[in-house]
């Protein structure tokens, strides 16, 4: 079956533009996990869903971030008024259900903001 | 909060020898996950550990939880070049996850 996708895969936006990221989980998972990973660090938690529910959104950096899900399936993060150090690859995961089982990885977004 | 250090962040091996990551944490977790990511790819799940103690096997890899359960490893016995990665340790159960640093493995043929 498929897995988690994400689109684009690599965006290029200029500082001050709004960019939207989308992430179609696998089919059925509840959990789904929105992450940044800058380059050579771990993933950085962002956002946390269980269905359409944000249940934690502590790893947000600004309220320039905001991430939906409003169905409990595709997700969306969108990013206002990029900045430089928004730069990075934007990671989203998706599992079967609220407590822990394995993750599944989309391929990210990599975001370039000049 | 929650913090979790991974330690070495680079290590440089010949092929055939051995390879250890280490984590560790201020405080006792309930479990902890290993995370494989290749040049240009994203984190695949490894393994996830439970129990006080545990030591789990996957081929050349083996992986440990301390007794106390703040600290585990993942040990790769004779690397191969397709070993090439970065190894993460993911602590957190429900919700918020915390990846550690991360390291990264090169293999020398």
């Known amino acids: 079956g498929a897995g988690v996708s994400q689109s684009p895969r690599y965006k290029v936006a200029k500082r001050g533009q709004d960019v939207a990221l989308r992430c179609d989980p696998i089919s059925g998972h509840v959990s789904l996990f929105w992450y940044q990973q800058a380059l050579g660090q771990g993933p950085e938690f962002l956002t946390y869903?269980?269905?359409?529910?944000?249940?934690?959104k502590s790893g947000l950096p600004s309220d320039r971030f905001f991430a939906e899900r409003p169905e409990g399936s595709v997700s969306t993060l969108k990013i206002q008024r990029t900045q430089q150090e928004d730069s990075a690859v934007y990671l989203c995961?998706?599992?079967?259900?609220?407590?822990?089982?394995?993750?599944?990885f989309g391929p990210g977004t990599r975001l370039t903001v000049l | 909060g929650q913090q979790v250090m991974q330690i070495p962040q680079y290590q440089h091996v010949q092929e055939g020898e051995d390879f250890t990551t280490y984590c560790n944490s201020s405080?006792?977790?309930?479990?902890i996950q290993w995370y494989k990511q290749r040049p240009g790819g994203h984190p695949v799940f490894l393994i996830q550990?439970?129990?006080?103690?545990e030591v789990k096997k996957q081929k050349r890899l083996t992986f440990q939880f301390g007794e106390a359960k703040k600290n585990s490893s993942l040990h790769i016995t004779a690397t191969q070049t397709t070993d090439v990665g970065t190894y993460f340790c993911?602590?957190?159960?429900?919700?918020?996850?915390?990846f550690g640093q991360g390291t990264t493995l090169q293999v020398k043929p």
């Open positions: 869903f269980q269905n359409e529910a944000q249940l934690d």
């Open positions: 993911e602590i957190g159960n429900t919700g918020k996850l915390i």
């Open positions: 995961a998706s599992r079967t259900g609220a407590s822990y089982n394995e993750q599944f």
């Open positions: 550990l439970v129990k006080s103690g």
């Open positions: 405080t006792t977790l309930s479990n």
